[in-house]
């Protein structure tokens, strides 16, 4: 069974990679990355295939069994197309399993809301394609804020408009654990999975990176607007945007999901601290 994964370069995808190359031979596993070049360190083999260029998955989707296709980072709309790219590729070369990383979230109350409705497209464009299906609906990874404790460490706070509202943290490595499981067993197939750890606050969160990192951060909620207007400051319109939806959608509890974790993976999930144990650890 030959098993290929889009967008192999990204750090969730090398994480699905690294776990499929544990449970399958390395011969199996096949990348496909716009810049094949940038994708030697995989220690698989590697195909092109651009999301915006149909006859590049034409090619690459040759000869697959199954396909693990991961949502696409452009403008909501665009991504419908070019995850369309993939899914019709597939079709044609008679793949006959496809696998999709989705996400939590809401429809409609938050900025946050037009990139979870064109994931929710394409998750209708999978389960419609013909082909065997799993889809996963991914919590918000923990990573970020631990990649950023040098900045709140200057700033002495995480502060965000998440208010008081629960989120089930999950991580990539765990991630890249559930999505290897659900390519590979067919007890999966037609089954949508919310892949979410245990919802915890912001204020919690804060508590255990106190406790890992022996820092002494203060969580400080602030206002949507507020807090939309510095992510924009620091990171432009487009991605300042989202990330405030994302949060303003955690005080909404959007994020507060029941887990279907242990279902996809056959594990529990990790509890927080042990998430951030294992990125300290790496």
Known sequence: MKIAVTAANGQLSSSIIN?????????NVIGIVRTPEKASHLGIEVRKGDYTNREDFDSALKGIDAVLLLSGSGEPQKRIQQHRNVIEAAKQ??????????????????????????????????????????????????????????????????????????????????LGFAYSQMLLQDKHNGQTYNLVGEPITQTQLVELINQEFNTN?????????????????????????????????????????????????GRPHKAPMEMIKSFMIK
């Open 217 to 265: 951060l203060k969580f400080n909620s602030i206002s949507v607007d507020e807090y939309e207007k510095e992510r924009k400051a620091e990171l432009g319109n487009f991605i300042g945007t989202i990330i405030a939806g994302i949060y303003d959608g955690i005080s909404k509890g959007v994020n507060d999901v029941p887990s279907d974790f242990m279902k996809a993976a």
């Open 93 to 174: 070369n008679a793949v006959k399993k496809i696998v999709y990383t989705s996400i939590v979230g809401d429809e409609n109350e938050t900025t946050f809301s037009p990139i979870v409705r064109s994931n929710r497209q394409t998750e209708e464009d999978v389960k419609e394609s013909g082909m065997r299906w799993v889809i996963g609906r991914n919590g918000i990874y923990i990573e970020p804020d631990l990649e950023y404790i040098d900045t709140y460490i200057i700033e002495g706070e995480i502060r965000n408009c998440a208010g008081d509202g629960k989120c089930g943290y999950t991580s990539r490595d765990e």
């Open 19 to 27: 776990e499929l190359k544990k449970k399958i031979r390395k011969e």
